[in-house]
């Protein structure tokens, strides 16, 4: 698909879900091509074979995975240079298609990567390159307003929930169903368990290095 038929491709899913006549298509047009060049950014570090076709850098719309990084990386584009209205719609569509929250307005990574990331909701934490995030990940705020901050190389399974003044090292995973708040986490540790009772393993097993060039 060459840039111009994605764009109207995009344009024509919005204007089936958002039909107010208001016209995106002037907005998704000019931004296009800078969400791009962050898609490739981030997908040229990714050793999945699935971002791979014949040694190149692969973005393929039908694989949701793909399109759902596409939709956040062009909503935030739009934000960035003021075609919120239209960023307000690529991220419902967003949400409608994939069950990400991840606000327009919200600073992901350079480099990251999304695993099937149904019911997902990425606040607006200090993200840093190399981030994995998998299904029903939950990062968000305290009643304080403060929200975490994640080291370069963070793995977040299914299911994980950061909340609040959460600080991590580089190199940290989080197992399954892990609920963090108010801790900080060393440089290559493994955390798991359940808000008091979490514990915090020293030792990542390098799991970062099998997701990213």
């Known amino acids: 698909m060459t840039q111009t038929e994605l764009t ?4 024509k899913q919005l204007q089936q879900f958002f039909p107010d006549n208001k016209s995106v298509t002037s907005g998704v047009a000019q931004v296009i091509g800078a969400a791009l060049e962050r898609v490739e950014a981030s997908f040229s570090r990714i050793k999945s074979r699935y971002y791979r076709q014949n040694d190149d850098v692969f973005f393929n719309h039908l694989n949701t995975d793909h399109y759902a990084a596409f939709l956040y990386l062009l909503s935030n584009e739009l934000y960035r240079q003021r075609f919120e209205p239209v960023a307000e719609k690529v991220f419902a569509l967003n949400k409608a298609l994939h069950g990400l929250d991840a606000f327009y307005a919200v600073e992901l990574p350079e480099v990251f990567l999304l695993v099937h990331p149904l019911g997902t909701v990425l606040g607006n934490a200090d993200y840093s390159d190399r981030l994995v995030v998998y299904q029903n990940v939950t990062v968000g705020s305290d ?8 080291g370069e190389g963070c793995v ?9 003044n959460v600080q991590t090292g580089s190199c940290c995973v989080f197992g399954a169903n892990t609920f963090v708040k108010g801790v900080k986490v060393p440089d ?3 955390v798991v368990g359940s808000y008091p009772d979490t514990k915090i393993v020293s030792g990542s097993n390098e799991l970062i290095s099998h997701y990213f060039y």
Request: net charge negative; proline share 4%; aromatic share 16%.
């Open 143 to 150: 009643i304080d307003g403060i929200y975490p901050q994640f």
């Open 8 to 11: 109207h491709y995009v344009v």
């Open 188 to 190: 290559d540790s493994t």
């Open 156 to 164: 977040l399974y299914s299911g994980v929930s950061a909340i609040g």
